[in-house]
């Protein structure tokens, strides 16, 4: 065993990002896998026991089995204690579901890092974002931001982490930083939209989500968000060909049915509401706006007893459901990043 | 020269355009008019606790009956201050010429202490107006004299509950001619059972370690008082009003669902909305908390938002009331529209007033017609609670900007420059009062830590006005709770008498209304608590005195 302990992993920070998935955790998870087998490709040094263990690993990784990972891992970092083994054993245990143990993996990782990593800048600052560790994971990300201050997976991860910290002005100012070096990741136009929408400037925010369809046109919660912000800017028509096109990349899609009814809704329409709302009920019978306007097309219409019904519902999901209620960003709400 | 023409005509048209709308003016002028006043609410570059956040109110009354309104002022205190280190509230006797002079220790109102609103009510119905302060600690309820003094009489009445009352409203809930009165408690506070900021996670904004709450901490209960006639109040429980703890701020009556009587709507922080319906009887009480089948509990995401100030205006003139809400930063002020049948809407984007109020945290607000165009606009006070976010490292600063909206009058509002409530300063409550009888509404602005801004309306219109100063018989006296419809020019726009409403504010309760440019006559219909209704004719440019027909006609079915 005699895999070097000294070697940092330095991969391409854009790679990741070509991947469509919003959700920066699975973002991330992608943006890891590539570091993982990068570094792993770097190990020459490695034992054959050590490379079975990184490869055996992986494979589960890409299988999505990342318990088997941990699994693994955990025998690496025995065998080789070194950054990288914790590295890896900290984005397994982040797949995972185990974000504490991450962080731990992936602080002893930093620890024994001879240089700055900006894959590990990434992962943990996610895992710190995870374990309600924001403002730690603001540092972590920021000082990885000024080590590779073109590295567009950190500047995304630290504008959502300001955007999950209502921090709006910061999320816009790095977002914007991100889409200016790199112009065709659909990820950071998708953030800042949201960043914009949570400051109330719907115009960009729109315009952010617009360019966020068009470099990915399969993300439908940016399509959601776009029909979101155009209808707040009373721009109905354009919002429901926004929502429709999200169901037609997914149908059945509740936030998308929202939308639709709610539109239907605005415009004197609560029995075409029903429809939509009920819909989107299909699909997700505890989606809590698609009840509480369900309720209210259900009242205009006359249909007390049903509304009745269908409030004591949302009153439910509403008793059982986070609510911080302050200062949230409405386009967060539908979409929902985990 | 085809293309030259043509820019012409549209340059003329927007100049035409321009021009039929006056520019909604104010100009502060509080100094000038001799309110010296100096506020103090905890501490001024950091807060420890929830305690200091809330702010003070104010409130407009003729104490004196004199027929000009009087201005009194809520003071509060900081943490560890004893009376002697801290500020009296203040009472200001309007000398005419719009000018005020204080007079609080001859009137005996000073006293010490952590204030919060100020309400105003004739409760023994003999011409003379009483006034309540809601306080962290006893409430106060200071009975007048009828010789321009009063004395303190809560104890006495029932009405010096312990708790932190924050927002009030007095009105005739029951019909009976007593005004009945709803105070709501903020938070069941302690300082010494409270974490500290960065304490708890619950303790921290943006990562910054600030006070704590109010989430994490715990809601109080409403109170609901009947109005005896022999001057005291009794406490009614077991009711809807109380039966559920909510973060209370604000609280505003009005005939939400046309029915003839009062309703309570109450806007409360991170929790949902209340609106209580009021079926009241001949067999006592009966409310309702019907405000999540209303529409009027939350957003239109399902989601309770953070609510401070709260008014009641029918703003698209379709005779019925509105609802606006203010709340936190990031976050927008709420309209609700009501569209009949008891049903409201959050239409806040539609209306145009959501997205310009998302980098404010607003307070006091109010529904009042600026431009005397017939159609209700709409201002909102703003100011952080948090110090800390002071110096750019948030897209709100602590001290924050007015926000002016015209009433478009095709159901939306556009902002519009709002003059000198362009100046930031840490607003809470507003209190709206036409002070110099000139036929405009002016706003007084309490300021957290600093002087009140008196925001006289110096908007220059052409446009009629007709107001109403309304004496109940059956009713209360102030005719609090009476509902008018003038029809002219056009429109009908229908107001109620009101006082309380806003933030931690009392308003002049004569009903005002614009005339725009209509020649009249202008009819109105006026419908007392009572029941009774009776019509009478608007005398533009003046306050007509209206007193309650003592045999006036009573309809048999309900609504207007």
């Not at chain 2, 600690?137 to 009405?159: I, S």
Request: charged residues 25%; aromatic residues 8%; contains cysteine.
């Amino acid at each position: 065993m005699t895999l070097s302990s000294r070697r940092s992993f330095r991969g391409d920070p854009e790679g990741p990002l070509r991947d469509s998935d919003p959700r920066p955790a699975v973002r991330v998870m992608h943006s890891l896998g590539a570091a993982f087998a990068l570094w792993a490709a770097l190990g020459t040094a490695a034992t054959q026991d050590a490379e079975t263990l990184l490869r055996t690993g992986q494979r589960w990784l890409d299988a999505g089995n990342a318990r088997a990972a941990v699994q693994s891992f955990r025998r690496l970092v025995d065998a080789v204690p070194d950054s990288r083994s914790h590295y890896y054993l900290g984005v397994a245990l982040l797949q995972d579901g185990q974000p504490e143990e991450a962080v731990t993996a992936l602080r002893r990782a930093d620890t024994l890092a001879e240089a700055p990593n900006p894959a590990l800048a990434v992962s943990l600052g996610t895992a710190l974002l995870r374990i309600g560790a924001a403002a730690e994971a603001v540092m972590v990300l920021e000082e990885g931001a000024k080590h590779f201050p073109r590295a567009a997976p950190i500047l995304i991860q630290l504008g959502y982490t300001h955007y999950t910290r209502l921090d709006g002005v910061s999320a816009r100012a790095v977002l914007r930083r991100a889409r200016a070096i790199a112009p065709s990741n659909p990820q950071a136009p998708f953030y800042l939209g949201l960043a914009e929408a949570a400051l109330g400037a719907l115009e960009p925010a729109a315009e952010a989500f617009g360019q966020a369809v068009i470099l990915d046109p399969r993300n439908v919660e940016a399509r959601v968000a776009l029909g979101r912000a155009l209808s707040q800017l009373g721009r109905p028509q354009e919002a429901r060909e926004a929502y429709r096109a999200a169901l037609a990349e997914a149908p059945g899609l509740p936030a998308a049915l929202v939308g639709l009814g709610r539109l239907e809704l605005e415009e004197g329409r609560p029995e075409r509401a029903v429809g939509s709302f009920e819909a989107a009920l299909a699909a997700d019978p505890g989606h809590r706006q698609a009840l509480y306007n369900l309720a209210a097309a259900l009242s205009l219409l006359g249909r007390t007893e049903e509304a009745a019904a269908v409030r004591r519902r949302f009153a439910e999901a509403a008793a059982s459901g986070d609510d911080p209620g302050r200062s949230l960003s409405r386009t967060r709400s539908k979409v929902r990043p985990r | 020269m085809k293309a030259v023409t043509a820019m012409a005509g549209a340059l003329l048209a927007l100049v035409a355009a321009a021009s039929a709308q006056p520019e909604i003016r104010f100009t502060e002028v509080a100094e000038a008019s001799g309110i010296r006043f100096i506020n103090m609410y905890g501490g001024v570059r950091s807060k420890d606790f929830i305690l200091e956040t809330t702010g003070t109110g104010a409130a407009f009354f003729d104490y004196d009956g004199d027929a000009d309104l009087d201005l009194f002022l809520v003071n509060g205190s900081r943490l560890g201050y004893d009376a002697s280190q801290s500020l009296s509230n203040a009472l200001f006797r309007n000398e005419g010429g719009g000018r005020f002079r204080e007079v609080t220790g001859r009137a005996g109102l000073e006293s010490y202490g952590w204030g919060q609103g100020a309400f105003i009510v004739d409760h023994e119905n003999d011409g003379d107006l009483d006034l309540l302060v809601t306080r962290y600690g006893k409430n106060l309820f200071y009975r007048n004299r009828g010789d321009g003094t009063f004395e303190e009489v809560g104890a006495e009445v029932g009405l010096d509950d312990p708790q932190w009352g924050t927002g009030a409203a007095f009105g005739d809930l029951d019909r009976d001619g007593v005004s009945d009165l709803v105070v709501v408690n903020y938070v069941d506070f302690r300082v010494e059972d409270t974490p500290g900021p960065g304490d708890e996670p619950f303790c921290f904004f943006r990562g910054l370690p600030v006070m704590c709450g109010p989430n994490g901490l715990a809601p109080a209960p409403a109170l609901l008082y009947r109005g005896l006639p022999d001057g005291r109040f009794l406490r009614v429980g077991g009711l809807a009003i109380g039966a559920e703890r909510y973060f209370g701020l604000g609280v505003v009556f009005g005939d939400l669902d046309d029915d003839g009587d009062l309703d309570v709507y109450v806007a409360n922080d991170q929790t949902p909305n209340n609106l209580y319906r009021n079926d009241t009887g001949s067999d006592g009480f009966d409310f309702s908390d019907v405000g999540l089948s209303a529409g009027v509990a939350y957003n239109e995401d399902g989601r309770a938002q953070a609510g401070m100030g709260v008014d009641l205006g029918d703003y698209d003139n379709d005779g019925l009331l509105d609802i606006v809400v203010t709340n936190f930063s990031q976050d927008y002020n709420t309209i609700y529209r009501a569209v009949g049948g008891g049903w409201f809407l959050d239409e806040s984007f539609a209306a145009g007033v959501a997205e310009p109020s998302y980098p404010y945290l607003g307070w006091g607000t109010g529904f009042r017609d600026l431009d005397r165009d017939g159609w209700l606009d709409l201002v909102v006070l703003n100011g952080h609670v948090y110090p800390e976010v002071e110096g750019g490292i948030t897209e709100s600063d602590y001290a924050q900007r007015g926000l002016v909206f015209r009433n478009r009058t095709d159901g939306g509002f556009d902002e519009v420059p709002p003059t000198a409530l362009e100046v930031p300063r840490v607003y809470r409550g507003a209190a709206f009062a036409d002070y110099d009888d000139d036929g405009d509404t002016d706003l007084l602005a309490t300021v957290m830590n600093g002087s009140p801004a008196l925001f006289r309306n110096d908007t220059d219109t052409a446009a009629g006005w007709a107001g109403f100063r309304l004496v109940g018989r059956r009713s209360p006296r102030d005719g609090v709770g009476t509902r008018l419809a003038l029809t002219g020019g056009g429109l009908t726009q229908v107001r109620e008498a009101r006082a309380a409403g806003s933030y931690l504010a009392s308003s002049d309760s004569r009903v005002l209304f614009g005339l725009g440019s209509g020649a009249g006559p202008f009819g109105v219909r006026v419908r007392w608590l009572s029941g009774c209704e009776a019509e009478v004719e608007a005398v533009p440019g003046r306050y007509l005195l209206v007193v309650e027909p003592p045999d006036c006609r009573i309809p048999g079915g309900k609504g207007f």
